[in-house]
């Protein structure tokens, strides 16, 4: 069964966005670079879902040119799958349109892929599974 596994949000600066959350009351766990996506990431629990803090470490990145474009704000949606390479083949199979084919490590060991807002009513979706075990 699919769930919402957090909402990711691109902003300008770690640091202020942890005040902010912190200010709420709401507890922000560690900071982890993601190197081959150029982005430093914070995680704050709501719930059984969570928010993650996106910022760009390079001027080149995905968040860099997302907030030069539209401005800090909610960049995509990551649902959690069982089983993601089985949900990949299915999508591909149904001509969903993905970012990548490829399934990539991101934060916490996760395994991620993206699914393009065309194939998704205009929102970027992220399609997670938590990581192996040992990982």
Known sequence: MSSIDHLGI????????RKFYEALGMKVLGEEVVE??????AMVPVGESRIELLEA???DSVIARFIA?????????????????????LLKRNGTRL?????KVGAGGHLYVFVHPSSAGGVLLELCEDPP???
């Open 99 to 103: 970012i990548s084919d490829e399934i």
């Open 133 to 135: 075990l040992g990982v």
């Open 10 to 17: 691109a902003v300008r600066s770690l640091a202020e966005a």
């Open 36 to 41: 081959h996506e150029k982005v430093r990431i």
């Open 69 to 89: 474009r539209r401005g800090e704000g909610l960049h995509h949606v990551a649902l959690s799958v069982p089983d993601l390479s089985a949900t990949v083949e």
């Open 57 to 59: 470490t390079s001027d």
